[in-house]
């Protein structure tokens, strides 16, 4: 079958750094995405890995293995402004993507 | 990165009345768009996938006749929601599928409209 999971909810500080992990299970996996959503609208693009290792955007760096169907977002220097729902997304043989139900992230200051 | 438009942002609208949205890629070609549906503190759920000249792919549970999608043309596609009902209400979003780079560095990105809020009374 085919599944997503990460944390339902997690809490960090201002200024600090939180990694959110998302494990798949994917027939004919072709790639991870990670998306931002803040509540009320649509989500916006935020990484993309297809291949072992890890991407740094910024603040924002993204991880894949792909032997353990594993992945994580990690997030420095928090800001206010990053308490969002953090979406992973597995893409299927058929391009198709699979979602997790969404990690709500809480910035505290 | 690309930029997909919806329209319109949030609709109200009566009872057995049909509702059409409109999702737009303004900066590239999209052969191919999805429809979601998500209601409060819910995921995403992919509705269909609307193909560009060729009928829309219906996930299971999906009335096919009752959410009318239409892909004219490489950037446009049309989601309408006939003889809405109150339980139609919901966020509705679309979003296109890019792609960037050549050969083996091709990445293929969904980009998703900013959604349009249905509430049906």
């Known amino acids: 079958g085919q599944n997503i999971d990460q944390p339902t909810e997690m809490t960090a500080t201002e200024g600090a750094i939180v990694q959110i992990n998302c494990t798949y299970q994917t027939s004919g996996f072709n790639g991870l995405f990670w998306y931002q959503q803040h509540a009320g609208e649509a989500p916006t693009f935020l990484s993309y890995?297809?291949l072992d290792g890890l991407e740094e955007k910024g603040r924002f760096s993204s991880f894949l293995s792909r032997s353990k169907g594993y992945s994580y977002l990690l997030l420095k220097e928090l800001q206010m402004k990053d308490s969002a729902s953090y979406l992973c997304a597995s893409m299927d043989s058929n391009y198709q993507l699979i979602w997790g139900a969404g990690t709500k992230l809480i910035i505290k200051p | 990165g690309a930029v997909v438009s919806q329209h319109p942002s949030r609709v109200i609208c009566k009872s057995g009345t049909s509702v059409k949205i409109e999702c737009r890629s303004l900066d590239f070609q999209a052969t191919t768009m999805f429809w979601y549906r998500q209601f409060p503190k819910q995921s995403l759920m992919l509705m269909a996938t609307s193909n560009e000249g060729s009928k829309a792919t219906y996930e299971q549970g999906v009335e096919k006749d009752k959410f009318l999608i239409n892909h004219a043309s490489l950037t446009l596609s049309t989601l309408t929601v006939t003889s809405a009902h109150p339980e139609d209400s919901s966020f509705y979003i679309c979003?296109?599928?890019?792609?960037?780079?050549?050969?083996?560095?091709?990445?293929?990105?969904?980009?998703f409209g900013p959604g349009t809020r249905l509430l049906v009374l």
């Open positions: 890995n297809v």
């Open positions: 979003s296109a599928r890019d792609y960037t780079g050549t050969g083996p560095s091709v990445q293929e990105t969904q980009y």
